[in-house]
């Protein structure tokens, strides 16, 4: 497109720059000085001629992956969103349920639409039993696009921070974007029904915005605050990494290590912890 942008602008030069007018050669001469000061806007006006039809592809391409996931019987997928901490904890969770089962992630920082599109039609098989899908919000409803093509099962919110406000403009805005995915986990249960079980909504309990906004009672909290689901305690730091113990919703207490240190390593690994457990891996 921009090539026959160019080239119609060219042809408009030639034309006026073959009459030797001196009207002409300078009429040529202003079309050839608007075309290099405005290059930039021709690109853009380009981009706009293109956008109607990269949308229509990109639409096509998000059907195909929408029949994948429809076709995939018995796949659970799980969101994970948040304003930070959400790759970590895809990676931990990833770990974690792999241990027993065949599990798909989307990889690095293929939270987009458009990335998760890809990972579902180049990466999915259908032995896969789990999807792990990280989820990026940078604009109100941007979480929402996302869930209306994978419709997860479960979802875990991370945390609710301060950031990219300089397109959410406010804290309400990030607020309820993040919300959408443990929105959507509500609404796919309520529209299944009792009969195909309970889909589950994780969130980091020690989260002060999180906690604050919690509108939903049956959250399953994590973290080293009191009254947190799965609870952390008995935190130790050395030259190794870091012990900490988790207390389960049933009482059960067990101990883990890892080579990280810093709090927000552990609360990560706990939502990681919580999640697998409810998915049945042994603690």
């Not at 792999?98 to 098989?125: A, C, D, Q, W």
Request: proline share 3%; net charge negative.
């Amino acid at each position: 497109v921009l090539f026959v942008l160019v080239a119609v602008i060219a042809a408009v030069c030639v034309t006026f720059g073959a009459d030797w007018s001196a009207g002409k050669r300078a009429l040529a001469a202003f079309f050839v000085a608007a075309y290099i000061g405005f290059l930039p806007l021709v690109v853009a006006l380009a981009n706009l001629i293109n956008k109607p039809i990269e949308n229509r592809i990109n639409q096509w391409f998000i059907d195909d992956a929408k029949r994948i996931l429809k076709e995939h019987q018995g796949l659970r997928i799980i969101g994970v969103t948040g304003s930070y901490g959400k790759t970590s904890v895809k990676y931990y969770l990833t770990t974690l349920l792999s241990e027993k089962y065949r599990v798909l992630m989307t990889p690095e920082s293929y939270n987009t639409p458009m990335g998760i599109v890809r990972t579902i039609r180049e990466k999915m098989v259908p032995t896969h039993e789990i999807f792990v899908c990280e989820m990026g919000a940078r604009h109100l409803h941007d979480i929402k696009e996302i869930t209306d093509i994978v419709h997860p099962d479960e979802g875990i919110l991370t945390s609710i921070g301060y950031q990219h406000l300089e397109t959410f403009h406010s804290l309400e805005n990030i607020v309820s974007t993040k919300y959408e995915l443990l929105d959507a986990v509500d609404e796919k249960e309520k529209a299944e029904g009792a009969q195909k079980g309970k889909h589950l909504k994780f969130a980091n309990g020690d989260n002060e915005i999180i906690m604050a906004n919690m509108k939903y009672k049956d959250a399953i909290t994590y973290g080293v605050s009191e009254g947190c689901d799965y609870r952390v305690s008995d935190i130790s730091v050395t030259g190794a990494g870091t012990t900490f113990n988790v207390t389960t919703p049933e009482g059960e207490i067990s101990e883990f290590s890892t080579r990280l240190v810093g709090r927000h390593n552990v609360e990560n690994i706990a939502g990681a912890i919580a999640v697998a457990a409810s998915f049945g891996v042994p603690m």
